[in-house]
């Protein structure tokens, strides 16, 4: 069965950098979607990046420019080097796959998403 399974999360101070990992398995095709969210209690899940299968990326507005999404060649690692952190940047994140190749990647919608990882949680301080 598909796993995904996120790693690299810590603790930095405001205005430093972070790579969190994320590790699929269980699955020889390609994934139509593959995308970070992140949650903080009380708050609903929301979608940070996305990469489809064809290589086309969508960021959350409040990252651009600071975030970056990327895959490894065999696209069984997924990353998201986050610079220029920011106090509210702070959340569990968490990897996300569709197995659909369909068009509503970019939208980061977390409905669409049919496997998640646990999340890794991100501090940013002050």
């Known amino acids: 069965q598909v796993q995904l399974a996120e790693s690299g999360g810590g603790s930095v101070q405001s205005g430093g950098s972070l790579r969190v990992s994320c590790a699929a398995s269980g699955y020889t095709y390609r994934m139509g979607c593959m995308g970070w969210f992140r949650q903080v209690p009380g708050k609903e899940r929301e979608g940070v990046a996305a990469?489809?299968?064809?290589?086309?990326?969508s960021y959350a507005d409040s990252v651009k420019g600071r975030f970056t999404i990327s895959q490894d060649n065999a696209k069984t690692t997924l990353y998201l080097q986050m610079n220029s952190l920011k106090t509210e940047d702070t959340a569990m994140y968490y990897c996300?796959?569709?197995?659909?190749?369909?068009?509503?990647?970019?939208?980061?919608?977390?409905?669409?998403?049919?496997?998640w990882g646990k999340g890794t949680l991100v501090t940013i301080s002050s």
């Open positions: 990469v489809d299968a064809a290589g086309e990326i």
């Open positions: 996300a796959a569709r197995t659909t190749y369909d068009g509503t990647c970019g939208q980061l919608r977390r409905d669409y998403m049919d496997y």
